[in-house]
């Protein structure tokens, strides 16, 4: 019998630094039994390369299988979308999934979905979930912030979108990239109401383990 997976969360990396948040939230979400649907930019590639020893294949079908094999997930629970499928779910508010983070998410792309500019499939998604009123997250990473940047974020923060910035924070003392990168994964969690135990809530009771 075919595996039941939670509703489809979309994830899309596009060309900022920090891949890594992307591909750990892919991991997450397949540990908490979600199915996933990517898209990753042609300048996410380029850093996903240059960040990480990810080797990840353009075409959607072979990404797919890829990412199912390194995060261990069931057949089916991801699957990938190229930049102009038109033809996937995600293109329409008939089809779209519960929810959308861009993450990381570039400049570039920001200002894309802060005008609506659907000229690709993830700034389509983007416009469908904005439509739609589903959520969106969006995880920036740049320094120092331009005021187009900030207009952008406003404009989308009043439009309901969540503006999390990829900047962890220090007070859990990390000890590994890794234990950063789950920082910013666990906001994100959190955001998507999904169950998760990459790091303790703050002011949360110790656990008896
Ligand atoms: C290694 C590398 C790191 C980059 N880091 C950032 C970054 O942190 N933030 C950003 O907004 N753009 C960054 N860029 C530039 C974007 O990739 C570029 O603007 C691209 O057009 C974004 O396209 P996309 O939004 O379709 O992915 C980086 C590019 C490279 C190659």
Redesign the pocket.
Known sequence: MAEVFGPPVTVAL?????AQYGLRLIEALVAANREVWVMI????H??IA??TEAELPARPERLAETLIERCGAGPGQIRCFGREDWMAPVASGSGASSAMVIC?C????LS?VACGASN?L?ERAADVALKERRRLILV???TPLSAIHLEHMLTLTRQGVVVLPAAPGFYHRPATVADMVDFIVARILNQLGIEHRLMPRWGAAPSAE
């Open positions: 596009t060309g900022a630094s920090g930019s042609k300048a996410a380029l850093v240059t960040e990381p570039s400049t570039g792309t894309a690709n993830i920036p990473r740049e």
